[in-house]
């Protein structure tokens, strides 16, 4: 099973009217993350907790090979593959323009996407064209990732586990 994922909004939250917690007191940044001023806002349990879903995990992000660099050895993980974005201009709304490449790269297989710009209408083009399950799930860009989105990922994977 792939998990996409996101970056910006997903692993390093913003744009909330609270300040944000620095992670860089408790944990040394790797000297690559330091380069990237909000790197500390990323929880370094993430890391634990996305490889404990049992998932290939697999970047989906702007970030391209900086998410190697600078979030994996924050993370605790290994380099991960990353989703090659196409050179051709955005595609017309309200299509994300990750979800056909996104489809694409996981080649028919089930997949998890957790991104904070997800919507109906990505879920709804998935549906259509992708033939294996896949969970589509929309991150509050204020937060990141929290334990509500583990759970409902947890939840799907172990249907998907069971059978179901």
């Avoid at 994922?5 to 330091?34: H, I, K, M, N």
């Avoid at 896949?134 to 334990?147: C, S």
């Amino acid at each position: 099973m792939l998990l996409f994922l996101d970056v910006d909004g997903t692993l390093l939250p913003f744009g909330a009217a609270q300040s944000y917690p620095s992670y860089e007191a408790r944990f040394a940044l790797p000297t690559a993350a330091g380069e990237h001023p909000l790197v500390d806002r990323v929880d370094p349990a993430l890391g634990a907790r996305l490889t404990a879903l049992g998932c290939e995990l697999v970047w989906a992000t702007t970030w391209m090979d900086d998410a190697n660099v600078c979030l994996a050895p924050w993370l605790g993980l290994p380099p991960l593959p990353l989703v090659d974005w196409p050179d051709e201009d955005e595609l017309p709304a309200p299509l994300h323009w990750k979800t056909r490449p996104l489809v694409a790269w996981a080649d028919g297989r089930a997949f998890v996407w957790v991104d904070d710009e997800i919507t109906a209408a990505d879920r709804d083009w998935v549906a259509a064209h992708h033939p294996a399950p896949a969970l589509l799930h929309q991150v509050d860009h204020r937060y990141g990732l929290t334990e509500r989105d583990f759970v409902v990922v947890e939840e799907w994977l172990g249907a998907r586990r069971a059978g179901r």
